[in-house]
């Protein structure tokens, strides 16, 4: 299998400088946004924007985590699957702009899956979606609202971000 680097540490921070603009363009400031990440890598991103976003707009951001296991359509196929934490923040979710952060958007059944947990936990005023890399393929009507980057890829290809704080670098690789 070859690899090849399609994102660095800098294109990283870049994009997600970018997103965080984009986001506060979007919600017309911080007043009542909500970071959620969605286990395992939008946590880590989601964790990433907080801090950027509040640098821009000098108010903290709330951020959180949001376990979709037990929502998934794909149980059955990968039953050893196991539970992640699901952090809301002080305040909940009810009438709040909640950004769901994730690292790879392929098909959208984990952002389905995501709109299951978080209503099953409340009702924001509305959900965006904030993504790393937007690679195609939907099965679903899903469409980000906040994207890095998007990268064509074939089916057969796989996209693997690696991060720092749990991989021990920042990338972004296609492999064939």
């Known amino acids: 299998m070859s690899a090849r680097t399609v994102l660095q540490e800098a294109d990283i921070a870049r994009a997600l400088t970018r997103i965080a603009h ?14 959620l990440g969605i286990p395992t890598r939008g946590v880590t991103l989601a964790d990433r924007l907080g801090p950027i976003i509040a640098g821009i707009a000098e108010t903290e951001v709330p951020v959180g985590s949001l376990d979709i296991t037990l929502f998934r359509d794909d ?33 959208g059944r984990s952002i389905r899956a995501a709109l299951d947990a978080l209503q099953s936990i409340g009702r924001p005023a509305a959900v965006r ?32 971000v690696r991060l720092k704080e749990l991989d021990g670098a920042d990338e972004v690789t296609i492999e064939s």
């Open 22 to 35: 984009e986001i506060l363009e979007s919600n017309r400031g911080a007043e009542g946004l909500v970071l």
């Open 75 to 107: 149980l059955s196929q990968h039953p050893t699957r196991s539970p992640k934490r699901t952090d809301i923040p002080d305040g909940g979710i009810d009438g709040k702009t909640v950004v769901l952060v994730d690292d790879v958007l392929f098909s």
């Open 129 to 160: 979606l904030a993504i790393l890399v937007d690679r195609g393929h939907r099965e679903l009507p899903i469409r980000p609202d906040f994207v890095g980057k998007n990268i064509p890829s074939s089916r057969t290809e796989r996209v693997n």
